[in-house]
């Protein structure tokens, strides 16, 4: 169970300052991953995200 | 151990660890960006040049830039576009123009890039320590210092300093984990998504642009300022909240609304976005050894340049409280007194800002009456975002008698600001 960013991510990090768990971080891209270890699937990244680029991975509801 | 650690490489907290180490005191900077000479968050931020600011009069010198009041200069050797007028526009095109007579900038557009690649260099000349890719995730203040935990490529490992100081920006993360924003409610997370363009047409340059009406957006204006980004570009601000995502405002704005024909052949080169999580501005912005800066204590922004004042003030801060004197107090004076939005009142403030907002109260048709009342005639230059809608209503207000009889809805819905106006509220 975990959120994914797809590749409509912008790189703002607004998610990674919105995660409760610090579960996400800039990748050297420089855009944002998702640590599925540490995703609490709470969704807080997926409402903050301006660029609508957060979902539930594939196969999750 | 260090003397002061902080979170956030900003132009706040690069300020703020440029003035501490320049006086000696041992700094490092974490962030959680590997790229921090980067800017990837929206930001249509512009340098403000209205005389007393935020307190402020700031000046553009040769590769500078001067806090005339506050008496310190940061480097700047980036683009600058001046930003002439300050056009609220209307659903069919009625335009109300705040600029001077001689059409001197009241603003300029800056690159944001070449500010923070300017704030870093003088960083690492003055011997400052800074970590990216580093995230900030808990920390206690121990009475005698602050311990934070960090996390990087590397693992967890914990960082201990005299002082800490919060420059993490608008969302308030860690201001809430060390306890300074007790007692604050989230009013709400608006979204921001930013466009540059290229290609559009009739759309003027050097200008701060605003559409009013629901034409444009249902409940916000879109804003057009200038970019850096070519000659050619211009960025479109565009907001949303919940549900309502800034990206279908656009998609409808391009297509269906009266900038459809501007747009037409308009092509994205850049993308940004931002979410910030909307608070009242915390007015004791310090506990124990810890300060929060900038945006991180704001009611949504200082922009940058009350970001550098605040890194300024709060690097001077930090070496007081070394040396045992009461520097967050000192700090703590300055913020309430520098900022419009730290005032007595800041629920009634917020109300009176929301009854002038001329979105809020005003129907497509009514924005079009208004603004093409004042089409034609100067208004004073300013920029400030607090002072443009109070300067719109005075101005509209002059015409009142005639509004009172061609409209007389119209003119009830105005008593509110009418009431504001006569108690000198604006």
Known sequence: ?61 | MLDLLIIGAGPAGLLAAYTAAKKGAKTLVVDMKRDIHIARRACSAQFVLDEGYEGETLKIGDGKLVFTKNGFEVPYTGKLVPIQHNYMISPKGYTVDFSYEDLRPTAMKFDKNALLEGLLKQCEEAGVEIRPGTMALKGTDTGSSVKLLVKDDSGEYELEARKLIIAEGVNRKLTTLFGINKGYQCMGIPLTYEYTLEGTRGIPHNSWIQYYGDVYHPFMEIMVGESTYSDDALEFTIMGIGDQKPKAFFEKLRTMSPLAENLKDARIVEKKGCACRNYLSITKPYAGNILAIGDSAAHIEVINQGAMMCGFHGGNAVVKELDGKPGFEDYSRWWNDAFEFNCEDPAEQLKMYGAINIKRTLADDEIDYLFAMLEGGQHSGHFNQYEVPKNFWTAVLKHDAEIKEERPALYEKMAAIRSYKAQGKF
Do not use: H, L, N
Request: glycine share 12%; hydrophobic share 35%.
């Open chain 1, 1 to 61: 169970m975990a959120r994914r960013i797809s590749d409509e991510c912008v790189g703002c990090g607004t998610c990674a300052a919105f995660c409760p768990k610090g579960a996400i971080s800039q990748a050297v891209t420089g855009y944002y991953v998702v640590d599925p270890e540490g995703c609490i699937d709470c969704g807080s990244c997926e409402k903050a995200c301006p660029a609508e680029a957060i979902a539930p991975e594939e196969g999750q509801a």
